[in-house]
């Protein structure tokens, strides 16, 4: 089985993010940067899929900068056999231009399986594995919480996360997967396997080479700081909470 | 047909309230361009649902009727939206989990541009400005969709419940367009969560619980004074992820976004991910017992206690107050 996975870099979840004065983006001092959240349990969920089943193999992709070779390192120490990089510059992406990078990868590496996260926490966009599922014509399952092979490796069964509960959808391979935070809890790489990672195949392809139209369907002009919210009142009694919210806040 | 499409949403032949809301988007849209909009809502035996959708201003109801549409599945409903919204200008749905699975995919058809939760919209026809959250709220940008057809899903929180204009919409029944042959994918089955309760999304009062709860069993703390206000239960990812609680109940970034007039936090740290799921209730209250969580942020009413000595009293004293 063949399984792509992408592992795209983002600001550590942890980290506060603040927009600049200029308002131009964000203030990057004191900021991390690492592999989106959801991508290491991407990851994590092809390494377990590579251990389930036989001749299977993990090609790890990411579309960015130089920086970005860092994620694809990670994903290599994690375990995943060989990375790719699709140099382009953050401001020259949308959804739509990563989904049909992606895409074009797909054709030239024709996986059984896509791995993503459901949505990079940089920009919330939760768009890209939908629109490569539907560049490709393949099927999909969004927010994994459990993943399961079908009979002889054609195809998953997929519990989702949705409004109202779990789903729970089947799929024939080739498809496309996003991961919720529940699927697993990823491995950290180990030190033999960040040596390992060194000596793991890395290549590097433009989006040019690729043929990949770089036209922007989506652009981001401006940027605002959300509405602002100020701390309220301590308050020390349950009586006097009570109080403040029937005659102050009037909302019981 | 009009060139604004609202893709309505039905679970079990109901109009999801969330559609309600991207509604009032659409008359926005309407009034900015001088559209007129439809909507559309997709199924299989839901002839009668028309009624549910009347009277809302829209130009025309339309019911995509086929067998591939029983259960919700990706493939034959981007199908089936994609077609039924071709020759539109603007495709809208409320952001649901549904519309975060199929709308990219209905865009993808459609070769349009899509902002995704979108806030606000702002500037003139033809030049359109949609405001969209990112890391989590803390930046908002304003984003320009260059293709001919734009498509957004919207924040329900930011857009009123549409109020019904008292105008009458024909209702339009059509088969769908929906090529089996392509779909590879089945619907098995819903684990629903069942509850009495107010959905999370609806509710005018939340109360939510935290790993401060310290197990599952204690989680019913925060559903009696859930119930003894009527309100809905939600929870921080912590928990969800530990297995106390339904996913379903999952406020936060990652989660259901909720805006109601009282939100109440208990046990809860207040982090980034959950904050952007509840800082835009109205009145947000904090029980916690450390002083310095950052929930305390963007609380109105802090209490600094341990939860389990002041829940039982706060429970029950608002229980006497409703007599
Ligand atoms: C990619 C990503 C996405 C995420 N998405 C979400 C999301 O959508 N929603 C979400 O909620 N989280 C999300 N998270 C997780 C988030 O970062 C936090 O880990 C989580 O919200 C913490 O949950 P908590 O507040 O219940 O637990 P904790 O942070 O452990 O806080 C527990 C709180 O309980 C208090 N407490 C303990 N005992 C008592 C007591 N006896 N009485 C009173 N107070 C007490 C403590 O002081 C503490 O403040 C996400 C994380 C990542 C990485
Ligand atoms: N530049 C990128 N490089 C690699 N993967 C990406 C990139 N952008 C998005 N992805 C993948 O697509 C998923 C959804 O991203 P988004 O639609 O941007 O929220 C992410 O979790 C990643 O797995």
């Not at chain 1, 579309?63 to 699709?86: F, N, Q, S, Y």
């Not at chain 2, 033809?126 to 957004?152: D, E, F, Q, S």
């Not at chain 2, 769908?176 to 309760?197: F, H, I, N, P, Q």
């Not at chain 2, 969800?240 to 976004?257: I, S």
Request: charged share 25%; with cysteine; proline share 4%.
């Amino acid at each position: 089985m063949k399984i792509l996975v992408t592992a795209k870099r983002v600001t550590d979840p942890n980290s506060k993010i603040v927009l600049r004065p200029d308002r131009q983006g964000i203030v990057t001092d004191n900021v991390d940067f690492k592999m989106n959240p959801f991508c290491e349990i991407a990851v994590e969920e092809a390494l377990r899929l590579r251990d389930k089943t036989e001749d299977s193999e993990i090609v790890v992709v990411t579309v960015g900068d130089e920086e970005t070779t860092k994620e694809i390192r990670t994903a290599l120490a994690m375990g995943a056999d060989r990375g790719i990089r699709v140099a382009a510059d953050e401001k020259s992406l949308d959804s739509d231009v990563v989904a049909r990078i992606l895409m074009k990868l797909c054709e030239q590496e024709k996986p059984d399986l896509v791995l993503l996260g459901k949505q990079a926490i940089d920009g919330d966009n939760n768009q890209v594995a939908q629109l490569l599922a539907e560049y490709l014509g393949w099927p999909q399952a969004t927010f994994a919480y459990k993943f399961e092979l079908t009979e002889g490796n054609k195809g998953a069964r997929v519990q989702r996360e949705v409004d109202g509960g779990v789903e729970t959808v089947s799929l024939t391979f080739p498809a496309v997967v996003t991961t919720d935070l529940r699927l697993n809890e990823p491995r950290y790489a180990s030190l033999p396997g960040i040596m390992k990672a060194k000596k793991k195949p890395l290549t590097e392809v433009t989006p040019a080479e690729l043929g990949v139209d770089m036209t922007l369907k989506v652009t981001t002009v401006a940027f605002e700081p959300p509405p602002g919210r100020t701390a309220g009142v301590k308050v020390k009694t349950v009586e006097e909470l009570i109080e403040k919210l029937a005659t102050e806040a009037k909302c019981i | 047909m009009s060139e604004i499409i609202v893709l309505a949403e039905q679970q079990a032949g109901k109009i999801v309230k969330a559609t309600l809301h991207a509604l009032t988007a659409a008359r926005q849209l309407a009034q900015k361009t001088g559209a007129t909009f439809d909507i559309v809502v997709a199924g299989q035996g839901i002839e009668g649902l028309g009624a549910q959708l009347n009277g809302y201003g829209a130009a025309r109801v339309v019911i995509l009727e086929h067998p591939a549409l029983l259960n919700y599945t990706a493939q034959a409903y981007a199908q089936a939206f994609a077609a039924a919204a071709s020759g539109a200008k603007f495709v809208i749905a409320a952001t649901t989990a549904i519309a975060k699975d199929v709308l990219p995919r209905v865009a993808a058809r459609l070769g349009a541009g899509m902002a995704a939760d979108v806030l606000a919209i702002t500037g003139e026809a033809g030049a359109l400005i949609y405001k969209r959250p990112m890391w989590a709220g803390n930046v908002i940008a304003h984003v320009k969709i260059n293709t001919p057809v734009h498509v957004l899903s919207v924040r329900p929180t930011e857009f009123a419940l549409a109020e019904p204009t008292g105008t009458t919409s024909p209702v339009v029944v059509v088969k769908a367009t929906v090529d089996e042959a392509k779909l590879r994918m089945t619907y098995v089955g819903l684990e629903a969560v069942e509850s009495s309760r107010p959905a999370l999304t609806d509710a005018s009062v939340v109360v939510s619980g935290g790993r401060g709860l310290k197990e599952a069993a204690n989680f019913k703390i925060v559903e009696k004074l859930a119930d003894t206000l009527g309100a809905a239960v939600g929870a921080s990812r912590a928990v969800v992820d530990a297995g106390w609680v339904p996913n379903d109940w999952q406020v936060g970034q990652t989660g259901k976004v909720v805006a109601p007039k009282l939100y109440i936090a208990v046990g809860i740290s207040g982090a980034i991910q959950h904050l952007a799921g509840m800082k835009g209730s109205k009145t947000i209250v904090a029980i916690n017992k450390d002083a310095d969580a950052p929930i305390f942020q963007v609380a109105d009413y802090g209490l600094v206690a341990d939860l389990f000595s002041v829940m039982p009293e706060l429970t029950e004293k608002l229980a006497a107050r409703k007599g």
